[in-house]
């Protein structure tokens, strides 16, 4: 994996402007917030953030995936300022889950979800070593 970084450009706090990584791909569909069960816990975005991204790590390791396998993230949000807000929680949540690594990554505000209740949607692309 290459993690790809202009000259001159600055570096990016919490991701990676881009990625080259070769071999068999992985791909997450997006993961809300809520258990095996299909049911929100709670309906606080970080509680959210975290149940999210369990479940990112839970399907990953089911194709033998590890967190630093991840090439790409991207982030839906109900609510961009609440996100901004709560960054600092957000990133203590993360770096738990997912570690020091930080793939390319988008995160933009939706009108609303599927799923009834959420407040993120988290889905992620990974690659194995070839």
Avoid: C
């Avoid at 068999?24 to 258990?35: E, N, P, S, T, Y």
């Avoid at 839970?58 to 901004?84: K, Q």
Wanted: glycine content about 10%; overall charge neutral; aromatic content about 10%.
């Amino acid at each position: 994996m290459q993690f790809l970084q202009p000259p001159g450009w600055q570096r990016p706090k919490g991701y990676s402007n881009g990625i080259v990584a070769n071999g068999r791909m992985v791909f997450v569909a997006g993961q809300v917030g809520w258990d095996e069960r299909e049911q929100f816990r709670t309906d606080d975005l970080v509680g959210q953030v975290r149940q999210a991204l369990t479940n990112v790590v839970a399907i990953l390791a089911e194709a033998h995936a590890h967190p630093t396998n991840i090439v790409r993230m991207n982030w839906y949000l109900a609510d961009g300022a609440e996100y901004n807000a709560r960054l600092t929680e957000i990133g203590a949540v993360y770096r738990e889950l997912i570690g020091r690594h930080f793939p390319a990554m988008t995160a933009v505000q939706v009108a609303g979800f599927v799923e009834k209740g959420a407040k993120v949607e988290i889905e992620v692309t990974a690659v194995l070593p070839a």
